[in-house]
């Protein structure tokens, strides 16, 4: 019988080990969880893109946007763990989202296994050119003497930028009309038409219209300024404290995904966040790489689960 099980242990690690030398041998699925057109989409496709060189397989970008990024995370969860069907990870469907609904169909610590982190992006509040406001404090003020005059997009309920618009209204005193749409993509749209007034965003999202003047940016969420707009302040700087939000991008899979695939992806992953052509290409999204492996990314996420459960609770915002 010991004979027996050590050969049936040694003919595992050998079928484990020939997965891992033979994966991927066909096209593999990255579901970005939001719309077209905004910046988790962006990140997405620009590790896509990279992984597909690499691995020397199509790497598919499948957008399936809704309910704060839940349905793609879903979709993914209930996905065969083969290492085939992948979730570009976000702050909002891992560590924000669970603690919002009360029917989420998804369990982030059980459903995942965390692969690697990817890229990092600051967060800004941007507003509409005919937004009055042209600084932080301008923006509070009018808020204080028209309220209900300013309405705040936002990738939908429980997005990053819907709770770092919170976050902000919590720390400053005032109050913004909440406009949820489906991505960030819309939610800029309708920033770009005056439909509404304020969006904090990822800067990739929103960079090239800072730059063509059609927006304006009043600060950024972060502790230090953005390499791409170094005249721009933190909302500290500008008076807002303690409101720093980074949004952060990685990559899941379906758990009781092979930990011999898990590796390979989060070893190339890695290595794809730290070449020199991707660190520029991120850079001129506004964006900065952010390697992690597998163990970093459950960390953060389970850091950032309690950072948001206390704002949350703060804010007085109700779970649906």
Request: with cysteine; proline share 8%; glycine share 8%.
């Amino acid at each position: 019988m010991r004979r027996l099980m050590a050969a049936a242990a040694i003919a595992m690690g050998i079928c484990l080990n020939a997965t891992a030398q033979t994966y991927p041998s066909r096209p593999v699925t990255l579901v970005v969880p939001f719309a077209p057109g905004g910046t988790v989409n962006l990140m997405g496709r620009l590790l896509a893109t990279r992984l597909s060189e690499v691995l020397g397989q199509p790497v598919i970008v499948e957008n399936k946007p809704g309910a704060g990024g839940s349905i793609g995370a879903n979709f993914v969860a209930k996905a065969a763990p083969d290492g085939y069907t992948l979730l570009l990870a976000t702050m909002g469907q891992q560590s924000i989202q669970p603690l919002l609904s009360k029917d989420l169909p998804y369990d982030p610590a059980r459903d995942f296994a965390p692969v690697a982190l990817f890229s990092t992006v600051p967060n800004v509040l941007a507003v509409a050119a005919s937004t009055p406001a042209r600084t932080v404090a301008e923006l509070v003020d009018y808020a204080r003497r028209n309220p209900g005059k300013l309405n705040m997009a936002s990738a939908g309920i429980g997005s990053v930028n819907h709770l770092t618009g919170e976050l902000f209204m919590l720390r400053s005193g005032v109050q913004f009309a909440h406009v949820p749409y489906r991505g960030a993509g819309p939610a800029t749209a309708d920033l770009l038409s005056g439909q509404v007034q304020i969006l904090f965003a990822n800067l990739p999202n929103v960079l090239p219209y800072i730059k063509a003047g059609q927006l304006r940016v009043l600060a950024v969420a972060s502790e230090t300024r953005s390499p791409a707009l170094p005249d721009v302040p933190t909302l500290a700087e500008a008076g807002v404290k303690d409101a720093v939000v980074e949004s952060w991008y990685g990559v899941m899979a379906p758990a009781r995904t092979s930990p011999e695939v898990i590796r390979k992806l989060q070893d190339t992953i890695i290595a794809i966040a730290k070449e020199k052509a991707m660190i520029a290409h991120l850079a001129d999204q506004g964006a900065l790489p952010y390697p992690g492996t597998s163990a970093d990314l459950a960390k953060l996420s389970e850091q950032e689960t309690r950072r948001w459960t206390g704002i949350i609770q703060g804010a007085h915002i109700q779970a649906n």
